[in-house]
């Protein structure tokens, strides 16, 4: 695209540390090229307010030190316009009226599926992925990521000494809706002696494993174990037990309300005899400051994106791919979830 830009920026869905450091970028690299950023608050929320379109001017002075703060100082919602009566045309009336002639939506596959839908209808629209569940397709690294990995490495550390000290069982869960990547990197960090992620069917048989495997580890004397399950876990036998929950916009079950970790250390305790606690890590994992790697991979992300647009490549998604930065077609991205790749022996299952 030639000329001045007025870029718009939003974060959408879910916060994670990754997303200061990514809106820094933009506006560094896009300032730097002569362009002006504008920040939409509270994701397509912002951009859709008919009239009055949330926003605020984003120059150097804005975002000066936000590198180092977890959330997003933009503010998100979960705003699906994709199925709200004229979504798509209130943002395209705003992005009118404020005069952008492009915008970067930083976002999990909910956000970039509304991105997707705007770009369809000829917006100049790019993309980062973030997640802390890190399973946007088409990238291998989403932002939050490393951050919730490495709270749950030290949330296993911490809970270790306490189920050592009282030789007990501790169940904890983590979010991870679709994929198990931080149940599977956390826990695999923190040493938990099995790991259960949505991509493996938690099975009858795997259940009765799980009990023989923790009687039989207090047997030989080894007192205490921790169990590392995801959120999207389904225990076996429960059914379908996410129907009664509330859904957000998207349609995605509130998985708080299910509560699989309490169920799982309830059915242990009956099971295998033995003391179970549960801890549900919740959103410790989504809050804090972003890790030296999250805010490496937002200031390249934020980078990569305002370039994009500044050479006409609109419609894309900046990504990772063996450490390179790329770029996808967003119309590729959405409806679907990068999930863990089961091959990697010996992960999966695990049961240490
Ligand atoms: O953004 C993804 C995620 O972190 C999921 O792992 C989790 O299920 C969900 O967000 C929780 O969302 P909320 O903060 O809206 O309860």
Same mark, same amino acid.
């Given at each position: 695209m030639s000329g001045r830009l007025k870029i718009g920026v939003l974060t959408g869905g879910g916060d994670c540390p990754g997303l200061n450091p990514a809106i820094r970028a933009v506006v560094h690299r896009a300032t730097a090229g002569g362009h002006e950023v504008v920040g939409i608050l509270d994701g397509w929320k912002g951009l859709a307010t008919v009239g009055a379109p949330l926003t605020r001017p984003l120059d150097r002075a804005a975002v000066h030190g936000i590198q180092a703060q977890g959330g997003t100082m933009l503010g998100s919602s979960r705003t699906n316009l994709l199925k709200r009566e004229g979504g798509l045309d209130a943002a395209e009336a705003n992005m009118r009226a404020l005069g952008l002639n492009a915008l970067i939506a930083i976002g999990g596959d909910d956000t970039l599926s509304v991105a997707a839908g705007l770009a369809k209808r000829g917006a100049a629209v790019n993309a980062i992925p973030k997640t802390m569940d890190n399973d946007v397709w088409g990238t291998e690294g989403c932002l939050?990521?490393?951050t919730a990995a490495n709270i749950v490495t030290e949330a296993l550390d911490r809970i270790a000494t306490t189920t050592a000290s009282h030789h007990r069982v501790a169940v904890v869960e983590v979010m991870g809706r679709d994929a198990g990547w931080v149940a599977a990197w956390g826990g695999l960090a923190g040493g938990a002696h099995a790991i259960l992620i949505p991509e493996?069917?938690?099975t009858a048989a795997a259940l009765d494993e799980?009990?023989?495997?923790?009687?039989?580890?207090?047997?030989?004397g080894d007192g205490s174990s921790i169990i590392v399950v995801s959120e999207g876990v389904k225990l076996p036998a429960a059914g379908s037990t996410t129907t009664s929950v509330p859904l957000d916009e998207f349609g995605h079950p509130r998985l708080d309300k299910v509560a699989v970790g309490d169920a799982l250390a309830t059915i242990l305790e009956e099971r295998s005899g033995l003391e179970v606690r549960c801890t549900r890590l919740g959103h410790l994992q989504r809050g804090g400051a972003p890790t030296a790697a999250d805010r490496v991979l937002g200031t390249r992300y934020g980078v990569a994106a305002v370039e994009a647009l500044e050479a006409g490549r609109l419609g894309v998604m900046?990504?990772?791919?063996?450490?390179?930065?790329?770029?996808?077609? +967003?119309?590729?991205?959405?409806?679907?979830?990068?999930?863990?790749? +089961?091959s990697y022996p010996p992960l999966f299952p695990h049961f240490d």
């Open positions: 939050g990521f490393d493996v069917e938690f799980l009990v023989a495997k923790l009687k039989a580890r207090r047997a030989i900046v990504a990772l791919k063996g450490g390179a930065i790329v770029e996808v077609p +967003l119309a590729e991205v959405g409806g679907k979830n990068r999930s863990i790749d +089961l």
